[in-house]
T-cell receptor
Framework: AQSVTQLGSHVSVSEGALVLLRCNYS??????LFWYVQYPNQGLQLLLK??????LVKGINGFEAEFKKSETSFHLTKPSAHMSDAAEYFC????????????FGTGTRLTVIP | DAEITQSPRHKITETGRQVTLACHQT?????MFWYRQDLGHGLRLIHY???????NKGEVSDGYSVSRSNTEDLPLTLESAASSQTSVYFC????????????FGEGSRLTVL
Protein backbone atom coordinates (compact mmCIF):
# COMPACT_ATOMS: atom_id res chain seq x y z
CA ALA A 1 0.00 0.00 0.00
CA GLN A 2 1.04 3.54 -0.65
CA SER A 3 2.00 5.80 2.25
CA VAL A 4 4.02 8.90 2.99
CA THR A 5 5.77 10.02 6.15
CA GLN A 6 6.43 13.66 6.89
CA LEU A 7 9.13 14.12 9.50
CA GLY A 8 8.37 17.00 11.82
CA SER A 9 4.84 18.22 12.39
CA HIS A 10 6.17 21.72 13.05
CA VAL A 11 9.12 23.50 11.47
CA SER A 12 10.25 27.03 12.33
CA VAL A 13 12.68 29.04 10.25
CA SER A 14 13.83 32.63 10.24
CA GLU A 15 12.86 34.88 7.39
CA GLY A 16 15.48 34.51 4.68
CA ALA A 17 16.65 31.10 5.87
CA LEU A 18 16.48 27.81 4.01
CA VAL A 19 13.23 25.90 4.18
CA LEU A 20 13.48 22.09 4.23
CA LEU A 21 10.37 19.96 4.68
CA ARG A 22 10.88 16.22 4.62
CA CYS A 23 8.79 13.55 2.94
CA ASN A 24 9.51 9.86 2.56
CA TYR A 25 7.30 7.47 0.68
CA SER A 26 6.66 3.78 0.88
CA UNK A 27 6.05 2.03 -2.40
CA UNK A 28 7.30 -1.01 -4.24
CA UNK A 29 7.50 0.97 -7.48
CA UNK A 30 8.21 4.66 -7.99
CA UNK A 31 4.97 6.54 -7.51
CA UNK A 32 3.80 9.98 -8.49
CA LEU A 33 4.48 12.47 -5.71
CA PHE A 34 2.90 15.80 -4.86
CA TRP A 35 3.36 18.69 -2.46
CA TYR A 36 0.32 20.74 -1.49
CA VAL A 37 0.11 23.92 0.59
CA GLN A 38 -2.77 24.99 2.80
CA TYR A 39 -3.11 28.57 3.99
CA PRO A 40 -5.36 29.26 7.00
CA ASN A 41 -9.05 28.64 6.40
CA GLN A 42 -8.46 27.59 2.82
CA GLY A 43 -8.38 24.40 0.82
CA LEU A 44 -5.21 22.76 -0.41
CA GLN A 45 -3.46 23.92 -3.57
CA LEU A 46 -0.78 22.21 -5.59
CA LEU A 47 2.81 23.41 -5.14
CA LEU A 48 4.51 20.91 -7.43
CA LYS A 49 4.45 17.30 -8.57
CA UNK A 50 6.80 14.56 -9.72
CA UNK A 51 5.52 12.40 -12.57
CA UNK A 52 8.59 10.45 -13.75
CA UNK A 53 10.16 13.23 -15.80
CA UNK A 54 12.94 15.34 -14.27
CA UNK A 55 13.87 14.35 -10.72
CA LEU A 56 14.25 18.00 -9.68
CA VAL A 57 10.85 19.61 -9.84
CA LYS A 58 10.22 23.33 -9.61
CA GLY A 59 6.94 24.65 -8.31
CA ILE A 60 5.21 27.87 -7.49
CA ASN A 61 6.46 30.52 -5.06
CA GLY A 62 10.11 29.48 -5.42
CA PHE A 63 9.69 25.97 -4.01
CA GLU A 64 11.33 22.90 -5.47
CA ALA A 65 11.62 19.23 -4.60
CA GLU A 66 13.96 16.45 -5.61
CA PHE A 67 12.88 12.86 -6.14
CA LYS A 68 15.52 10.46 -4.80
CA LYS A 69 14.63 6.86 -5.51
CA SER A 70 17.53 5.44 -3.49
CA GLU A 71 16.32 7.31 -0.41
CA THR A 72 12.59 7.02 -1.21
CA SER A 73 12.38 10.73 -0.51
CA PHE A 74 10.77 13.82 -2.00
CA HIS A 75 11.87 16.68 0.25
CA LEU A 76 10.59 20.20 -0.34
CA THR A 77 13.01 23.13 -0.25
CA LYS A 78 13.09 26.88 -0.72
CA PRO A 79 16.35 28.82 -0.52
CA SER A 80 14.97 31.84 1.34
CA ALA A 81 11.83 31.80 3.47
CA HIS A 82 9.32 34.60 3.24
CA MET A 83 6.69 35.51 5.80
CA SER A 84 4.01 34.55 3.29
CA ASP A 85 5.31 30.95 3.26
CA ALA A 86 3.82 30.33 6.68
CA ALA A 87 1.27 27.57 6.07
CA GLU A 88 0.71 23.84 6.37
CA TYR A 89 2.38 21.63 3.80
CA PHE A 90 1.26 18.17 2.77
CA CYS A 91 3.13 15.51 0.84
CA UNK A 92 1.00 13.04 -1.13
CA UNK A 93 1.57 9.92 -3.20
CA UNK A 94 -0.31 8.26 -6.02
CA UNK A 95 0.32 5.02 -7.84
CA UNK A 96 1.41 5.41 -11.45
CA UNK A 97 -1.24 3.00 -12.66
CA UNK A 98 -4.65 1.95 -11.51
CA UNK A 99 -6.16 3.77 -8.57
CA UNK A 100 -6.85 7.47 -8.77
CA UNK A 101 -6.55 8.13 -5.04
CA UNK A 102 -3.93 10.30 -3.40
CA UNK A 103 -2.60 9.32 0.00
CA PHE A 104 -1.56 12.23 2.19
CA GLY A 105 1.00 12.63 4.93
CA THR A 106 0.02 14.17 8.25
CA GLY A 107 1.32 17.58 7.29
CA THR A 108 4.05 19.97 8.45
CA ARG A 109 3.20 23.39 9.79
CA LEU A 110 5.79 25.95 8.75
CA THR A 111 6.31 29.04 10.90
CA VAL A 112 8.46 31.88 9.60
CA ILE A 113 10.06 34.06 12.27
CA PRO A 114 10.66 37.71 11.36
CA ASP B 1 -13.08 29.36 -14.68
CA ALA B 2 -13.80 25.85 -13.50
CA GLU B 3 -14.09 25.44 -9.76
CA ILE B 4 -15.20 23.23 -6.92
CA THR B 5 -17.53 24.63 -4.27
CA GLN B 6 -18.68 23.32 -0.93
CA SER B 7 -21.66 24.30 1.16
CA PRO B 8 -22.25 25.13 3.87
CA ARG B 9 -18.84 26.50 4.86
CA HIS B 10 -19.75 26.33 8.53
CA LYS B 11 -22.39 24.28 10.31
CA ILE B 12 -23.26 23.53 13.90
CA THR B 13 -25.55 20.61 14.58
CA GLU B 14 -26.62 18.34 17.41
CA THR B 15 -25.77 14.74 18.07
CA GLY B 16 -28.06 12.36 16.22
CA ARG B 17 -29.14 14.76 13.49
CA GLN B 18 -28.65 14.00 9.81
CA VAL B 19 -26.32 16.38 8.02
CA THR B 20 -25.53 16.71 4.32
CA LEU B 21 -22.52 18.57 2.99
CA ALA B 22 -22.72 19.57 -0.65
CA CYS B 23 -19.91 19.48 -3.20
CA HIS B 24 -20.22 20.78 -6.75
CA GLN B 25 -17.48 20.86 -9.38
CA THR B 26 -17.43 22.35 -12.85
CA UNK B 27 -14.21 20.66 -14.00
CA UNK B 28 -16.21 17.78 -15.51
CA UNK B 29 -13.98 15.39 -13.56
CA UNK B 30 -15.05 11.79 -13.14
CA UNK B 31 -13.13 11.34 -9.88
CA MET B 32 -14.40 12.99 -6.71
CA PHE B 33 -13.30 12.56 -3.11
CA TRP B 34 -14.28 13.50 0.41
CA TYR B 35 -11.61 13.94 3.09
CA ARG B 36 -11.73 14.98 6.70
CA GLN B 37 -8.92 16.97 8.29
CA ASP B 38 -8.09 16.62 11.95
CA LEU B 39 -5.09 17.78 13.93
CA GLY B 40 -2.40 15.13 13.96
CA HIS B 41 -4.09 13.03 11.30
CA GLY B 42 -3.69 15.11 8.18
CA LEU B 43 -6.28 14.30 5.54
CA ARG B 44 -8.13 11.01 5.71
CA LEU B 45 -10.22 9.67 2.87
CA ILE B 46 -13.88 9.12 3.69
CA HIS B 47 -15.51 8.14 0.37
CA TYR B 48 -14.71 8.50 -3.28
CA UNK B 49 -16.35 8.09 -6.66
CA UNK B 50 -14.89 7.33 -10.07
CA UNK B 51 -18.04 8.24 -11.96
CA UNK B 52 -21.83 8.42 -11.96
CA UNK B 53 -23.41 5.70 -9.84
CA UNK B 54 -19.97 4.64 -8.55
CA UNK B 55 -19.12 5.07 -4.86
CA ASN B 56 -16.37 3.53 -2.73
CA LYS B 57 -15.42 3.53 0.93
CA GLY B 58 -12.25 5.14 2.12
CA GLU B 59 -10.31 4.56 5.32
CA VAL B 60 -12.77 6.34 7.64
CA SER B 61 -16.17 5.69 6.05
CA ASP B 62 -18.16 4.55 9.11
CA GLY B 63 -21.09 6.90 9.76
CA TYR B 64 -20.87 8.54 6.33
CA SER B 65 -22.48 7.92 2.95
CA VAL B 66 -22.28 9.46 -0.52
CA SER B 67 -24.26 9.23 -3.72
CA ARG B 68 -23.32 10.18 -7.28
CA SER B 69 -26.26 10.86 -9.55
CA ASN B 70 -24.41 13.18 -11.93
CA THR B 71 -20.84 14.16 -12.78
CA GLU B 72 -20.87 17.50 -10.97
CA ASP B 73 -22.08 16.60 -7.46
CA LEU B 74 -20.99 14.32 -4.63
CA PRO B 75 -22.94 15.10 -1.45
CA LEU B 76 -21.66 13.68 1.82
CA THR B 77 -24.27 12.60 4.38
CA LEU B 78 -23.77 11.96 8.06
CA GLU B 79 -26.71 9.73 8.91
CA SER B 80 -26.63 10.39 12.66
CA ALA B 81 -24.02 12.95 13.59
CA ALA B 82 -21.63 12.16 16.43
CA SER B 83 -19.23 14.42 18.32
CA SER B 84 -16.35 12.44 16.84
CA GLN B 85 -17.39 13.76 13.43
CA THR B 86 -16.58 17.33 14.39
CA SER B 87 -14.00 18.17 11.77
CA VAL B 88 -13.18 20.12 8.65
CA TYR B 89 -14.36 18.35 5.53
CA PHE B 90 -12.81 18.80 2.10
CA CYS B 91 -14.19 17.79 -1.24
CA UNK B 92 -11.80 17.30 -4.14
CA UNK B 93 -11.91 16.27 -7.76
CA UNK B 94 -9.40 14.95 -10.23
CA UNK B 95 -9.29 14.12 -13.89
CA UNK B 96 -8.51 10.69 -15.26
CA UNK B 97 -4.93 9.52 -14.76
CA UNK B 98 -2.68 9.19 -11.75
CA UNK B 99 -0.48 12.17 -12.63
CA UNK B 100 -3.30 14.66 -12.49
CA UNK B 101 -3.73 17.35 -9.89
CA UNK B 102 -6.34 17.05 -7.17
CA UNK B 103 -8.44 20.22 -6.94
CA PHE B 104 -9.88 21.06 -3.52
CA GLY B 105 -12.86 22.98 -2.31
CA GLU B 106 -12.55 25.57 0.46
CA GLY B 107 -13.73 23.17 3.14
CA SER B 108 -16.77 22.79 5.40
CA ARG B 109 -16.27 23.16 9.13
CA LEU B 110 -18.75 20.96 11.01
CA THR B 111 -19.30 21.11 14.76
CA VAL B 112 -21.42 18.43 16.41
CA LEU B 113 -22.60 19.35 19.90
Amino acid sequence: AQSVTQLGSHVSVSEGALVLLRCNYSSSVPPYLFWYVQYPNQGLQLLLKYTSAATLVKGINGFEAEFKKSETSFHLTKPSAHMSDAAEYFCAVSEQTGANNLFFGTGTRLTVIP
Amino acid sequence: DAEITQSPRHKITETGRQVTLACHQTWNHNNMFWYRQDLGHGLRLIHYSYGVQDTNKGEVSDGYSVSRSNTEDLPLTLESAASSQTSVYFCASRGTGSAGELFFGEGSRLTVL
